[in-house]
């Protein structure tokens, strides 16, 4: 079975501050997909950031950015620059091989200090 | 490009009856289409994945005869859940899976349905 997982519940950081959200898997997939997702009280989630398991280069868009060490399987997430904006839940997930089904953590909530 | 339509937004109904929620692609056609259940302060669980066409892949734990799933064309999936009960009270959420080349790589999201069973 996919195992995401976030070991950070809760984390503060300060505006216009960079903040690290961890994130480890399992799995025995050799083609994968990973992908960082936004959740604020709204409920919607909001797509960040995609990783290719193939993908030699880390991913980033715009204050986004992926820190994958597939050895390690580990794809923790980079925010740069904090706003006040960014105070949501996170959720890292991982889609099995052949493009299947998306398995998420279990998120971790960010808080974004003025 | 790459929109997923979901209806209702929130629904409160009365324990007992069925309530159904419906996820469109509005810009794309998906093959696939996925629906999550997420409790408070919780993640997303996948219940059930559905295919155009065929019938719908439960979760294991998911009762299949309680949600109902119906994916009839390439742009619209629906979820029923019948004679709902107080615990069947969460958020649920559909992902439409379209072509890897389309924004969000593959997984587009509805807005999500909030049901409260009273």
Known sequence: AQKITQTQPGMFVQEKEAVTLDCTYDTSDQSYGLFWYKQPSSGEMIFLIYQGSYDEQNATEGRYSLNFQKARKSANLVISASQLGDSAMYFCAKDSGGYQKVTFGIGTKLQVIP | ?118
């Open chain 2, 1 to 118: 490009g790459a929109v997923v339509s979901q209806h209702p937004s929130r629904v409160i109904c009365k324990s007992g009856t069925s309530v159904k929620i419906e996820c469109r692609s509005l810009d794309f056609q998906a093959t696939t289409m996925f629906w999550y259940r997420q409790f408070p302060k919780q993640s997303l669980m996948l219940m059930a994945t559905s295919n155009e066409g065929s019938k719908a892949t439960y979760e294991q734990g998911v009762e299949k005869d309680k949600f109902l799933i119906n994916h009839a064309s390439l742009t619209l999936s629906t979820l029923t859940v019948t004679s709902a009960h107080p615990e069947d009270s969460s958020f649920y959420i559909c992902s439409a899976r379209g072509d890897r080349s389309l924004a969000n790589y593959g997984y587009t999201f509805g807005s999500g349905t909030r049901l409260t069973v009273v």
